[in-house]
């Protein structure tokens, strides 16, 4: 039996705001339906409460909340619930007015038991009005059910945002309800009388302690979330919610803005998961493919599990970042950890049934006699249990059963087109300074940056500081990277090293138009995914790369499927009507678009490639093409690793600098090479980044002297604070 709901706060849990370095979360599954698994829920909450953030009034945390299986017994019947904060009375319309849109009925609603003074004087302030609507059973198919209900509440959320209305639904399931607020962990329970009603019954509890370090405390985004709890940060967050925006131009108008921008990183991998489990994956699925294994450098994972791996590679980029998860559907409950392993996650096992995990050992409290299995989640390494039955399956089990549900090494080699590496001569470039002229290069450039790279195989090392004033300072002209800053993990988020931490990553590029990124199964045709059969026709294909930096060999072979649009332009044109341009030609492109300023020369002026790089990834993200086509960049003016590392995380997929390779010569190329490969993953570890495919589109930068009509058409998301030079004053400029 689970100990007595603990009531007492520890006299330091709020004392020693330094200690805390992250949240606390897990999960509790017992064998049998009850209030045990609620219990041990509330009591893991109490002893992580030093977790979490704590107000001067000692009453109002970060958040803390609970996900449970709906309780029929607790609620009079087999009803769906619809968990509603509400700070608009017309809330509770709009949703009722959504589930008879759906074809079902809302019963009735209840009006949740709070105890309010157990709130701060901030939580009060803030609180909602709580509601649980239920929802009766309309007779289909329990995962129909699912997928209607989560349609009602994404029309209740579009019809709330136009009529300016505020609410949130932090659950609205058959299956999963979910209790949550702006306190500390210890006063859950006190505040949700229904967590203390042994009527609340549950085989599962995901419990969580908010520790907030990138967002504002705030009800809405205390956890867990509708699926998900989280610890840890998502460093790749502004690229992974532009690519899902991407994805969504393969959806129904009603399922598009899936994941909600103003929310935290992990409401956003929340929304995430929780729509790929609507359209029909299975939640460890959906999982493994956002967060995967480290699968490129581990040689001891099964072949399925790699072709899994490589497959879906081709759907997802991962969403990386140092993160502990635990998560259910309300059925499934399980534990991951992201591919590094950065982020602490225990668990235990008795003989009787009862399986615990947590972000720290002694959570949930156990009987040392009765525990028969123990053990920490390893990187990449993930923990399920399904309820149904009580099975346990380890990391191994887990990802064999999801690798076994096709032969992904099929549907990936139908897809995938591997490139290999091999040398051939660079095409020569005549008057080497007249073009180091027109693309911004300096002396300098040359000899203390491209010449020593090209030596050395790394980037040159020098004993003082940056001492070269900011671009809009200074009194010359600076290439566009100039204005351009890398940003770096800073409070909990820890970089990484690239050396030490080399085996988790990758350079690995694909290069392509993306289909059907969302569906289940590799494919929609109904009769063969029943048949369990992988032969579902495809009519593209993926150029599979070692490194997004592209010799001659590797370019030729990618410009058999490109498209090049010509990034320059004459004098006569301006550089926003020849961005304009680009954009235009770049929307009837599917497949591959390189961009080439290789036609520069003494009448035609090359458009920065950082400016045309951005303008076609901003455009077709707006226009909902951007899976339809990868950008590869042919770039004069990219001399060193801040160059290409930025020309990627504006947007590009790959990098040809070939006036770099001229300069170094047809030897000395590789080495050149070798040094801009070792100093991108340094870049993308500074900000803890392990994958070049979750690094490029992120827009991980700081603009410093770029003004608002720069950023608003080639870097709608890098933010810039000052302001600064428009693209007249470039256009002046080059």
Same mark, same amino acid.
């Given at each position: ?46 002893? $992580? ?34 968990? $509603? ?60 059910? *699912? ?106 108008? &009603? ?18 998961? *929780? $729509? ?83 972000? &720290? ?38 990802? *064999? ?6 032969? @992904? ?71 566009? @990277? ?58 593209? +294909? ?129 080495? @050149? ?12 570890? +500074? ?21 608002? *009509? ?25």
């Amino acid at each position: 039996m689970p100990p007595a709901l603990n009531r007492t706060r520890l006299a330091w849990a709020g004392d020693l705001p330094t200690s805390r370095a992250a949240c606390g979360m897990g999960f509790v599954s017992t064998p049998e339906l009850g209030h045990e698994a609620v219990a041990f829920g509330v009591n893991a909450l109490a002893r $992580l409460a030093h977790r979490g953030g704590l107000d001067a009034d000692g009453k109002s945390g970060d958040g803390a909340g609970l996900l449970i299986q709906v309780p029929h017994r607790l609620l009079g019947g087999q009803y769906a619930v619809a968990a $509603l904060f509400e700070w608009d009375p017309r809330a509770r319309a709009i949703v009722e007015a959504a589930v008879t849109d759906g074809g079902m009925r809302l019963a009735d609603w209840r009006e949740v038991p709070l105890d309010h003074d157990s709130l701060g004087a901030r939580a009060r302030e803030t609180m909602p009005g709580i509601w649980h609507g239920l929802i009766e059973d309309p007779g289909v198919d329990p995962d129909e059910w *699912e997928r209607r209900l989560y349609l009602v509440r994404r029309r209740a959320e579009k019809q709330a945002d136009q009529e300016g209305v505020r609410m949130y639904l932090p659950s609205l399931s058959s299956r999963t309800l979910v209790y949550k607020g702006l306190m500390a962990g210890t006063r859950l329970a006190d505040f949700y009388l229904d967590l203390r009603d042994q009527a609340c019954e549950s085989r599962l509890a995901v419990f969580h302690q908010r520790y907030s370090t990138n967002t504002m405390p705030d009800w809405r985004l205390a956890q867990p979330f509708r699926m998900l709890a989280h610890n840890g940060e998502i460093n790749t967050i502004t690229g992974n919610r532009a690519w899902m925006r991407a994805r969504e131009a393969e959806l129904e108008p &009603e399922l598009r803005g899936a994941v909600w921008p103003e929310g935290s990183d992990s409401a956003s991998l929340d929304n995430a998961l *929780e $729509l790929l489990v609507q359209r029909g994956w299975e939640v460890s699925e959906a999982l493994m493919s956002l967060v995967p294994d480290a699968w490129e450098g581990r040689g001891d994972l099964a072949g399925p599990v790699r072709d899994f791996f490589r497959y879906q590679s081709i759907r997802f980029e991962p969403w990386d970042g140092p993160a502990a998860l635990a998560f259910s559907d309300g059925v499934v409950v399980g534990a991951a950890l992201d591919r590094n392993g950065l982020r602490p996650l225990r668990w235990q096992r008795t003989r009787q049934g009862l399986v615990a995990a947590a972000s &720290e050992a002694g959570v949930v409290t156990m009987e040392p006699a009765d525990v028969v299995e123990r053990g920490r989640l390893g990187p990449g390494q993930m923990l399920l249990v399904d309820t149904r039955d009580g099975s346990v399956l380890r990391d191994a089990e887990a990802k *064999e059963r999801a690798a076994s549900r096709h032969d @992904y090494a099929l549907l990936a080699d139908r897809v995938l087109v591997p490139v290999e590496r091999h040398h051939v001569d660079l095409e020569p470039l005549e008057d080497l300074p007249a073009h180091h002229a027109l693309h911004g290069w300096g002396f300098e450039d040359v000899k203390f940056v491209v010449d020593v790279m090209a030596e050395t195989s790394a980037e040159p090392v020098y004993s003082m500081g940056d001492d070269i004033p900011i671009a809009a300072l200074g009194r010359t002209p600076r290439r566009i @990277y100039g204005y351009l800053r890398q940003r770096f993990a800073q409070v909990t988020n820890p970089a990484i090293d690239p050396l030490r931490e080399k085996a988790v990553m990758s350079l690995r590029v694909l290069l392509g138009a993306r289909h059907g990124t969302l569906e289940p199964e590799g494919g929609t045709d109904r009769e063969l995914l029943r048949r369990h059969h992988p032969a579902v026709p495809t009519e593209y +294909k993926l150029l599979e790369l070692e490194s997004p930096i592209l010799g001659a060999a590797e370019l030729a072979r990618v410009l058999e499927d490109a498209v090049v649009l010509d990034a320059t332009y004459l004098p006569d044109e301006s550089l926003r009507d020849a961005l304009h341009r680009l954009c235009r030609e770049a929307d009837e492109v599917s497949g591959v678009i390189a961009l080439s300023d290789r036609r520069s020369g003494p009448f035609r002026l090359p458009i920065p490639m950082a400016l045309a790089v951005g303008a076609v990834h901003s455009h077709l993200l707006a226009t909902g093409r951007r899976m339809a086509a990868d950008v590869v960049a042919i770039a004069g003016d990219a001399v060193d690793v801040h160059d290409v590392a930025c020309l990627i995380t504006i947007g590009a997929s790959a990098v040809h600098p070939y006036l770099a390779f001229a300069t170094v010569g047809d030897e000395a190329a590789p080495r @050149y090479r070798k040094a801009v490969e070792a100093g991108l993953l340094k870049v993308m570890a +500074k900000m803890g980044i392990s994958c070049v495919s979750s690094y490029r589109g992120g827009e991980v930068l700081e603009a410093l002297g770029l003004g608002a *009509e720069v950023m608003e058409m080639c870097f709608s998301a890098v933010p810039s604070r000052i302001g600064g030079v428009n693209l007249d004053d470039i256009e002046r400029m080059a």
